[in-house]
């Protein structure tokens, strides 16, 4: 994958704190992919964090202005005239939408069975779970990756096992990995 390969990113992923830092760490110079999202899939994360995970709105606020700040080329739109076209879940079709607009490869979100294979193939787009990504990352940039993973560590005062073990909340694989090929197990 080279540095402009596109990727967008669903609200799901995005609301998770921990996976959201390290995947757009990897997105940072030097990249290993371009992140794409919509304002709709913006107000869709600030609701989350809002509504489902007490977050205090001036917190929400500013998560929001933080990656649109560091990510201006992020940001799509006029992408709503595709919707009516797409067969994917239909709350998720702004997301599918979104990655043909802007020309993704690829689909980051934890809910893989609201975009079904046949929804996809028409538009050559794919879909992952932020795991199996993630584990691509590391296999072709193991030192980046590892170099990232340190930086967030030692950025929030823990060891890389504690924010491995973090991590593996929602990506199990993904961590037991990095604590095998870090040596921290």
């Known amino acids: 994958m080279k540095a402009d390969f596109k990727v967008t990113i669903d609200a799901c992923v995005l609301a998770n704190y921990a996976v959201c830092d390290l995947l757009l760490r990897l997105a940072e110079r030097p990249r290993q992919y371009l ?3 919509s304002d709709k899939i913006l107000d869709e994360v600030y609701r989350t964090q809002i509504k489902k995970l007490n977050w205090p709105k001036h917190l929400a606020e500013h998560f929001r202005s933080a990656v649109t700040g560091t990510f201006p080329e992020a940001s799509i ?3 709503e005239h595709i919707i009516p076209s797409l067969n994917n879940h239909e709350k998720d079709r702004h997301v599918l939408a979104a990655a043909i607009h802007s020309d993704s490869s690829l689909i980051l979100t934890f809910n893989l069975r609201d975009f079904p294979k046949d929804a996809l193939e028409p538009w050559k787009v ?3 779970h932020p795991q ?6 590391h296999e072709m940039e193991p030192v980046q990756m590892a170099s990232r993973i340190a930086a967030i560590a030692a950025q929030r005062k823990m060891d890389q096992l504690d924010l491995l073990l973090l991590l593996g909340k929602s990506l199990p694989n993904f961590a037991s990995r990095l604590i095998d090929d870090l040596g921290l197990g």
């Open 132 to 137: 199996d990504y993630l584990i691509v990352l």
């Open 77 to 79: 739109s006029d992408f």
């Open 126 to 128: 794919e879909v992952s």
């Open 35 to 37: 992140p794409v999202w």
